[in-house]
T-cell receptor, first 112, second 112 residues
Framework: SAVISQKPSRDICQRGTSLTIQCQVD?????MFWYRQQPGQSLTLIAT?????????ESGFVIDKFPISRPNLTFSTLTVSNMSPEDSSIYLC?????????FGSGTQLSVL | KQEVTQIPAALSVPEGENLVLNCSFT??????LQWFRQDPGKGLTSLLL?????REQTSGRLNASLDKSSGRSTLYIAASQPGDSATYLC???????????FGTGTRLTVIP
């Protein structure tokens, strides 16, 4: 199993600003995933972050809006840039693979 | 594109009742299916994972079934308890992919 620490747990931000979410894992992992859960919606994969290479973004998500860093095998950040109220969601990081996924506790973001 | 649907969206039952949550998916070419529990502020916890070749998995009071050909899965919870109150999500992994497709969840309330 893996223990994931994600922070901040929640934040309220102003339109046009940026927020960086951090995800720390207690063991080395190859792939880290970032998900978004909009109100009343299912989780949607934003991107997959591998250490030492650029993140792979899913359709509908771009690096300029959601830049991701993966400096080592235990840490990743997701930045939500130039925020608008439509970015109000829960953002979750996860690690694992097809056999098992572990999730952080999520970041509840509200954009005013 | 894979679509995962969960019915009902919300369910309230008295303590002690047995209950069934439903999940359907549109593309039967899946690698596995997982059931997760989501608690507010605590991220997601994996409950059961069923490989595409399996019919069911059991863990304690939980039993998950899979009918891949019809694109359906059920999560059976026996003798429900107030501590079972949470949102339950199913997710499928497609063959040859790492991405999970999540349903929108069923919000379960068990009334003492």
């Amino acid at each position: 199993s893996a223990v994931i620490s994600q922070k901040p747990s929640r934040d309220i931000c102003q339109r046009g600003t940026s927020l960086t979410i951090q995800c720390q894992v207690d063991s080395q992992v190859t792939m880290m995933f970032w998900y978004r859960q909009q109100p009343g919606q299912s989780l949607t994969l934003i991107a997959t972050a591998n250490q030492g290479s650029e993140a792979t973004y899913e359709s509908g998500f771009v690096i300029d809006k959601f830049p991701i860093s993966r400096p080592n095998l235990t840490f990743s950040t997701l930045t939500v840039s130039n925020m608008s109220p439509e970015d109000s969601s829960i953002y979750l990081c996860s690690v694992g693979g097809r056999e098992k996924l572990f999730f952080g506790s999520g970041t509840q973001l509200s954009v005013l | 594109k894979q679509e995962v649907t969960q019915i009902p969206a919300a369910l309230s039952v008295p303590e002690g009742e047995n209950l069934v949550l439903n999940c359907s998916f549109t593309d039967s070419a899946i690698y596995n299916l997982q059931w997760f529990r989501q608690d507010p502020g605590k991220g997601l916890t994996s409950l059961l994972l069923i490989q595409s070749s399996q019919r069911e998995q059991t863990s304690g009071r939980l039993n998950a079934s899979l009918d891949k050909s019809s694109g359906r899965s059920t999560l059976y919870i026996a003798a429900s308890q107030p501590g079972d109150s949470a949102t339950y999500l199913c997710a499928v992994t497609e063959t040859g992919a790492n991405n999970l497709f999540f349903g929108t969840g069923t919000r379960l309330t068990v009334i003492p």
